[in-house]
């Protein structure tokens, strides 16, 4: 008879787009989650732990392809036949939230989420399937308050956690300054077809240019994404008739004339020595436009609101080349980028970039609920913001690990549970080594690889004689390493200790390697 075919072992492999975290990783990440709760908190914010998993129903038109409930996201169908899926964000659960259990929430409600989110797109360099957010956000306040406030916290959590300042600043924008400019366009249109007011009926009239306004104005915002890669040159090229890229290959640009594109290029070089500069090229840019002129204003609020409050421009800046994700947002939106450089995988200097971003939302909770909920948040990432730390050495390195208690005797492992019992109470992280102690110089590598600053001894000779040897292993590294045989002898690294000692002394060198 034919022997069964064996099953081919699994690969140890971790997916592509997610990554395993070890040791020192999970701490420095816990500390930096422990302190930006810790600011939020400070700001009034309540914690909300909301599920990590979604109906695709309540992700809703947010999703990349609603026709295909996983693109984009990790999506699967329920026993009930109803699509599941890992959320991709913080926001779009929040407005199921508070859809669903508003009757119980204040208004305004303020929430802070932490959390891993999941996204079903392709992975890359530094771009993960799996990553963490920090979230704040008011939901239920029209106030440029409350997006005066998200901005502060903003500022105050990157010093907190270790950004100075001076090495970052946060950029505001509104989404509704952008619509007075493509207002300003429309109307340019209107005008250079119909000096004499639009026609009323007939083919080709100004309605036909209004109803492809969606489609050109879609294209302008795509346009205006690309500023910071081709320049103010570009963006023109791109609204007119379209230009090279760096490969050769011509990209169509959206048909508009040169006069027509004179409003998109005041808002994005509207950029003044001051906030009063910029809000005054700005009210240039969007002439007429009543929506324009009022997300002026609001910028005007807040700067007015965070000055008040001591955020000078060095933090906080009004600065018209915020694009990003403007589709979404219905009134401010904040950035915070990191202003200091940083050295590239291939030895070329670069800015670190953006690292959080946000905005009001006013229309996300209508989904559920059929009325407007005014709403403002913004959202950190975690993973980006440590890895500017690392790259500035602000963190890393090697961490201190548990003082390890050797076993001499096997038959003590009472005697060595004991003493390791007494130093935790002590407030000291210790633990007995639980290989073969048969080796004594193989619990003197774990205790290395573990990273201990200290070891404890004890063989049958020092329990006869009520003592044990305390071995200070960062000191026994840097006599190995620097000393000379004269300098060894003089500074021992290994100190003989009275049993009923031995506490006091761990935790003066504990604390002095801890500190």
Request: proline share 5%; hydrophobic share 40%; net charge negative.
């Amino acid at each position: 008879m034919a022997k069964d075919k064996k099953q081919p072992r699994p690969k140890a492999e971790t997916p592509k787009g997610f990554a395993d975290y070890f040791g020192t990783e999970v701490d420095e990440r816990k500390a930096m989650l422990d302190r930006i709760a810790a600011v939020y908190h400070a700001y009034g914010f309540d914690a909300l732990e909301s599920s990590a998993v979604e109906t695709v129903e309540a992700l809703g038109k947010f999703l990349p392809d609603v026709d295909r409930p996983n693109e984009g996201v990790f999506a699967w169908q329920d026993d009930d036949e109803k699509w599941l899926a890992l959320r991709y964000d913080l926001t779009a659960p929040l407005a199921r939230v508070y859809a669903q259990h508003r009757n119980d929430l204040p208004t305004p409600y303020r929430r802070y989420a932490m959390g891993p989110v999941w996204r079903n797109e392709k992975p890359g360099p530094g771009r993960f399937r799996q990553f963490y957010q920090c979230d704040a956000d008011t939901v239920g306040s029209a106030s440029m308050a409350a997006d005066a406030e998200i901005c502060a916290m903003l500022a105050d959590t990157l010093e907190q956690v270790g950004i100075p300042r001076g090495d970052y600043v946060v950029r505001v924008n509104n989404r509704k300054v952008l619509n007075g400019v493509l207002e300003s366009i429309a109307q340019q249109i209107i005008n250079e077809h119909y000096p004499f007011g639009p026609r009323t009926h007939g083919s080709g009239g100004a309605e036909d240019i209004i109803k492809r306004k969606d489609e050109w104005q879609a294209n302008v915002l795509r346009t205006i994404d690309k500023f910071d890669k081709v320049g103010v040159e570009g963006v023109r090229e791109l609204l007119t008739a379209g230009r090279e890229d760096s490969s050769g290959a011509f990209i169509e640009g959206v048909g508009l004339t040169f006069e027509q594109t004179e409003p998109v290029i005041a808002f994005l070089t509207s950029k003044g020595a001051d906030n009063e500069a910029t809000l005054a090229n700005l009210r240039a840019a969007v002439g007429e436009s009543a929506v324009g002129t009022e997300g002026v204003a609001e910028l005007g609020e807040i700067a007015t609101l965070l000055a008040a409050q001591g955020y000078g421009p060095d933090r906080i800046v009004i600065d018209p080349s915020v694009v990003r994700g403007l589709g979404y947002y219905t009134g401010p939106v904040f950035e915070a980028e990191l202003t200091f450089e940083i050295t590239d995988e291939k030895g070329r200097p670069r800015q670190f970039g953006s690292v959080a971003g946000g905005g009001r939302y006013d229309d996300l909770v209508a989904r559920f609920t059929g009325q407007s909920v005014p709403a403002t948040g913004v959202s950190i990432g975690v993973d980006r913001l440590l890895a500017a730390l690392r790259a500035k050495g602000r963190i890393g390195g090697s961490a201190r690990g548990p003082v390890v208690v050797t076993v001499m005797d096997r038959e003590r492992m009472a005697d060595y549970q004991a003493m390791v019992g007494e130093l935790r109470r002590a407030g000291i992280r210790a633990e007995v080594y639980l290989g073969n102690p048969k080796n004594f110089g193989n619990q003197m590598k774990y205790a290395d690889r573990r990273g201990a600053p200290i070891a404890i001894i004890e063989g049958g000779d020092e329990k006869a004689r009520g003592v044990v040897q305390v071995k200070d292993l960062v000191l026994g590294a840097e006599i190995a390493q620097n000393a000379t045989l004269e300098e060894w002898k003089d500074r021992p690294s290994q100190t003989e200790v009275p049993r009923g000692e031995m506490c006091d002394f761990v935790k003066s060198l504990w604390d002095k390697y801890n500190g």
